[in-house]
């Protein structure tokens, strides 16, 4: 079955320095794409950042950037210069294979960002 | 704002009320879901809509029923709520897979 792992549960970073949440997935497609979400204790999700399978570089929002490596089929989430705002879980997705509306949910990693 | 607008933000039932959890966008997007949050269980699909007048179950669908109103709005319909639906639940919509907007989700208590 089609799966995302984030095998950290909870992750720690001193404020201003970078962090690096990790994601895995299963796939035998050769097109997809990943998602990366946050949700802050207030609990809206907020979206962060997508890359696709055949983008030649890693996608970069902001302080946010994509560790993408298909052969390990990982897509890490690179947080840069913490912020006390970024404390919140991280979860990462992506579309199971043949159907590109429905999202598969990694169980997500607990950042929090001491100052 | 654009986005995602759920309804309403708390709610508390007995065990074997039925209530409805509205949800509207505005973002003219084709697809919109329903997902549970659960402590240690991650999003888990109630039910989703690829188009209008279609609808689809998810992972966890019993106990539920929706109705995709019209592309804006998406109900999720609780018969005869139990204790094991008390969860967070959210409402999101999407354009061919990419970039899910969620509302800001519906806290749910079944005592």
Redesign the interface.
Known sequence: AQKITQTQPGMFVQEKEAVTLDCTYDTSDQSY?L?W?KQPSS?????LI?QGSYDEQNATEGRYSLNFQKARKSANLVISASQLGDSAMY?CAR?PAGN????I????TSLAVNP | NAGVTQTPKFQVLKTGQSMTLQCAQDMNHN?M?WYRQDP??????IY?S?SEGTTDK?EVPNGYNVSRLNKREFSLRLESAAPSQTS?Y?C?S?E???????G??T?LTVV
Do not use: C, D, H, Q
């Open positions: 794409g998602f979400y609990g809206e999700m907020i979206f997508y979860f579309p590109n509306r429905k999202l949910w990694g169980l997500g | 697809s879901y240690g269980m991650g999003l888990r699909l989703y690829a998810g967070v959210f999101a999407s061919l897979g990419y970039g899910y907007t969620f800001s989700g806290r």
